[in-house]
């Protein structure tokens, strides 16, 4: 199997060859069908690099529900997330990522979830930091949360190396299809 850092690379190449090609609105609608059957706080993302731009839905949705935005507190640490508003101010985090300014912290129940790539059984390959999966592992024993991976179909790949700590996405949603738990 290859090793994570030469799939991060392929994975880059992917995205971002879709990102300069492939229309992301198809993914959007996707989305927006599935937030519609899920309640609660939605934890979005500011997009960085190639990432699909979510904030067309989190501008909608922030007027029905409240919509938050992660924050980096360095490499071993979960996430938290602040309220997020269209319009907020907006600060940069240690990770050069753009967060809400006032620190108005709550929990998401949904969180939608960049990637570099994702696999046939929904896991996830990130950045390298575990952010996300350390923040699971925090919120799912607190209560139920679902997690949506928002990605291009190009960064489909075969199984991707899982370690202990690695955990599945609930679905993951795509310019061609919502990818469900087999």
Known sequence: MTDKATLRAQ???????????VDPAPALDML????????????????????????????GLAATRPVCLPVTHGREAPLTFRAWQPGAAMETDGFGVSVPAVDDEMTPEVLIVPMLAFDPNLHRLGYGAGHYDR????????????AIGFAYEA????????????????????EERVHRPA
Do not use: C, N
């Open 11 to 21: 994975a880059r190449d992917r995205r971002a060859h879709a990102f300069e090609t």
């Open 32 to 59: 927006s069908a599935e937030l519609a059957k899920t309640t609660g706080p939605i934890s979005f993302y500011w997009p960085i690099r190639t990432e699909i731009d979510p904030s067309p839905l989190m501008e």
């Open 135 to 146: 923040t699971f592992a925090k919120l799912r024993p607190a209560g139920p949360i679902f």
């Open 155 to 174: 960064q489909r790949t075969g199984p991707l190396p899982v370690e202990p700590t690695d955990q599945a996405l609930d679905l993951i949603v795509t």
